[in-house]
């Protein structure tokens, strides 16, 4: 069993690897603001992006399910049945990005 997983998480590495670079540029704290409500593809995994906890919410399990599978962070075979946003601690860029 965990050779089966130490070979999973090899072709998991070696399929990235293969990935073409992605270029990061830095933005500012004036461009999330004003474009933190729009929706538009993550440069990752071609998802559109929640930027707020409302609109992961608003995605749903479905969408991190994709989320998790596109990244080969979950299993195929499962899913994320629920989503729940804690209330007293806030999503922000601050504190997740």
Not at 30 to 36: D, G, I, K, L, Y
Not at 52 to 63: D, I, K, N, R
Request: glycine content about 6%.
């Amino acid at each position: 069993e965990e050779d089966e997983a130490v070979a999973e998480l090899s072709a998991r590495c070696e399929a990235e690897r293969k990935r073409s670079p992605i270029s990061w540029a830095p933005i500012s704290l004036e461009w999330v603001t004003a474009n933190c409500q729009k929706k538009a593809p993550g440069i990752f995994y071609g998802l559109d992006f929640p930027w707020t906890a409302q609109m992961l919410e608003e995605f749903g399990p479905v969408w991190l399910t994709e989320a998790f599978h596109r990244a080969g962070t979950l299993e195929k075979t499962n899913r994320v049945t629920q989503i729940k946003i804690e209330k007293e601690i806030k999503v922000t860029a601050g504190n997740n990005a």
